[in-house]
């Protein structure tokens, strides 16, 4: 319980008006006494309030996407009657009182699992010189993921028209690595689909017809060691590389792939194996993970999947550290040896424009001096890991995760899975 400004204004009137009267001691004395006994019996009334509070069921949210998010109050007291609602730096509410009703749209800043607590209740008096505090409801779990929905739409429009192309299902044929039938040759064949033997044989050019294999695996890697908890944006390397991990998902699911992940930092931190209809069981699996400051152990988590069936390796990590990137390479023939391996990594958009932009002074010229110093070690390791077989899948933010669709379908378009 609290007294309101009405009741301290009042007070200090009286104050002034003792003052002014200069002797009017008991008559100040008298209404003072009577302001505080009308205070507390507002008080007494607030306390009385009982207001009912309906708060929703929030449902689970997709990063960046917004949610109707309303709180009902019935109160037949009189007097004022104000709602506040705190929510967690992970979360933004945007609210618009109402006649006592709070409405707005929840928005999830971060994925993860995040706490609503519970709405604060200001009841006024009927006299408006005192008001009470309470807490209503219960706290409300929240829980941010990846958008999926988005990833869907977006892996859906990249790879329509493509995937006739990669075989989406086992009765179209294409150039691929399990083998169909026989037939006559056509201008268009590949040279190496000849069948020489049956050339000889017919006495006419024949060729072999492929089907693609849809018994393939896609093993995404993440890394959650110190490097991915860089800030780009208003989001991490980490966030960026989740969505994209969604959307890549999406796109193998829909080529009839199983997909699997693994995250890791000194240890392994999530192991899900391969499997039919992955996309949702993987960004589940990882939706709160959260980069570390630790070194990441590539040797570890490269041994982990280099013994499994042959599979397309997905690593999504940073390579702007050179001392981080070395240890990747070191580690990296472990799986080249057996699989198809793309290292995606996200371009920094405020790094390229540092060291593009004309220097305006000393600080500029040093700030664009590491800038270019940080690329030089990217563009490095990025050569080092190609010589090594493997792929390397490079964009901003923004199209990540288009740019790694783009790159699993050319692999599926080359039967390099």
Same mark, same amino acid.
């Given at each position: 319980?609290? /007294?309101? =400004?009405?009741?301290?204004?009042?007070?200090?009137?009286?104050?002034v008006a003792t003052v002014a009267l200069q002797g009017?001691?008991?008559?100040?004395?008298?209404?003072a006494v009577g302001v505080a006994g009308l205070t507390i019996a507002d008080a007494a009334a607030a306390v009385r309030r009982r207001p009912e509070v309906v708060r929703p069921r929030v449902p689970t949210l997709a990063r960046g996407t917004g949610v109707e998010f309303e709180i009902r109050v019935s109160d037949e007291g009189q007097g004022s009657l104000r709602l506040r609602q705190p929510v967690p730096p992970e979360l933004a509410l945007n609210l618009q009182e109402s006649r006592g009703d709070l409405r707005g749209v929840l928005v999830g800043r971060n994925r993860g699992v995040h706490t609503i607590p519970a709405t604060t209740? =200001?009841?006024?008096? @009927?006299?408006?010189?005192?008001?009470? %505090? #309470?807490l209503a409801g219960t706290p409300i779990d929240v829980v941010v993921?990846? %958008?999926? /929905?988005r990833a869907r739409r977006m892996a859906e429009s990249r790879a329509r028209g493509r995937l006739a192309e990669t075989g989406k299902i086992r009765s179209r044929l294409g150039i691929g690595t399990e083998f169909e039938t026989i037939r006559d040759y056509t201008p268009d064949d590949d040279v190496r689909q000849?069948?020489?033997?049956?050339?000889?044989?017919?006495? =006419?050019?024949m060729s072999n017809q492929y089907r693609v294999d849809e018994n393939r695996d896609l093993m995404c890697l993440i890394d959650a060691g110190r490097l991915m908890a860089a800030p780009l944006g208003t989001s991490t390397r980490m966030d960026i590389a989740l969505d994209a991990v969604a959307a890549l998902a999406v796109a193998a699911e829909h080529a009839g792939d199983r997909v699997g992940t693994i995250a890791f930092g000194s240890t392994i931190l999530r192991h899900l194996s391969p499997? #039919?209809?992955?996309?949702? @069981?993987?960004?589940?699996?990882?939706f709160d993970l959260e980069a570390a400051e630790v070194e990441s152990d590539y040797e570890r988590a490269f041994t982990a999947v280099a013994g499994a069936k042959r599979a397309l390796i997905a690593l999504f990590t940073d390579l702007m550290d050179e001392a981080a990137t070395s240890s990747l390479i070191e580690a990296l023939p472990v799986l080249t040896r057996r699989h198809a391996v793309m290292a995606v990594t996200c371009l920094d958009s405020d790094l390229?424009?540092?060291?593009? =932009?004309p220097p305006a002074g000393v600080h500029d010229a040093l700030r664009e001096a590491a800038a270019v110093d940080l690329l030089d070690n990217s563009a490095r390791s990025v050569e080092l890991i190609r010589r090594m077989g493997a792929v390397v899948v490079?964009? /901003? @933010? %923004?199209?990540?995760?288009a740019a790694c669709v783009d790159g699993y379908l050319r692999l599926k378009r080359r039967a390099r899975l």
């Amino acid at each position: 319980m609290s /007294p309101t =400004r009405r009741a301290a204004a009042l007070i200090g009137l009286l104050a002034v008006a003792t003052v002014a009267l200069q002797g009017a001691w008991g008559i100040a004395a008298f209404l003072a006494v009577g302001v505080a006994g009308l205070t507390i019996a507002d008080a007494a009334a607030a306390v009385r309030r009982r207001p009912e509070v309906v708060r929703p069921r929030v449902p689970t949210l997709a990063r960046g996407t917004g949610v109707e998010f309303e709180i009902r109050v019935s109160d037949e007291g009189q007097g004022s009657l104000r709602l506040r609602q705190p929510v967690p730096p992970e979360l933004a509410l945007n609210l618009q009182e109402s006649r006592g009703d709070l409405r707005g749209v929840l928005v999830g800043r971060n994925r993860g699992v995040h706490t609503i607590p519970a709405t604060t209740v =200001r009841s006024g008096g @009927p006299l408006g010189f005192a008001t009470c %505090d #309470r807490l209503a409801g219960t706290p409300i779990d929240v829980v941010v993921m990846p %958008d999926l /929905p988005r990833a869907r739409r977006m892996a859906e429009s990249r790879a329509r028209g493509r995937l006739a192309e990669t075989g989406k299902i086992r009765s179209r044929l294409g150039i691929g690595t399990e083998f169909e039938t026989i037939r006559d040759y056509t201008p268009d064949d590949d040279v190496r689909q000849i069948n020489w033997t049956a050339t000889a044989r017919t006495g =006419r050019p024949m060729s072999n017809q492929y089907r693609v294999d849809e018994n393939r695996d896609l093993m995404c890697l993440i890394d959650a060691g110190r490097l991915m908890a860089a800030p780009l944006g208003t989001s991490t390397r980490m966030d960026i590389a989740l969505d994209a991990v969604a959307a890549l998902a999406v796109a193998a699911e829909h080529a009839g792939d199983r997909v699997g992940t693994i995250a890791f930092g000194s240890t392994i931190l999530r192991h899900l194996s391969p499997r #039919r209809r992955g996309a949702e @069981p993987v960004v589940r699996a990882l939706f709160d993970l959260e980069a570390a400051e630790v070194e990441s152990d590539y040797e570890r988590a490269f041994t982990a999947v280099a013994g499994a069936k042959r599979a397309l390796i997905a690593l999504f990590t940073d390579l702007m550290d050179e001392a981080a990137t070395s240890s990747l390479i070191e580690a990296l023939p472990v799986l080249t040896r057996r699989h198809a391996v793309m290292a995606v990594t996200c371009l920094d958009s405020d790094l390229l424009s540092i060291s593009t =932009r004309p220097p305006a002074g000393v600080h500029d010229a040093l700030r664009e001096a590491a800038a270019v110093d940080l690329l030089d070690n990217s563009a490095r390791s990025v050569e080092l890991i190609r010589r090594m077989g493997a792929v390397v899948v490079e964009s /901003p @933010p %923004d199209s990540l995760g288009a740019a790694c669709v783009d790159g699993y379908l050319r692999l599926k378009r080359r039967a390099r899975l």
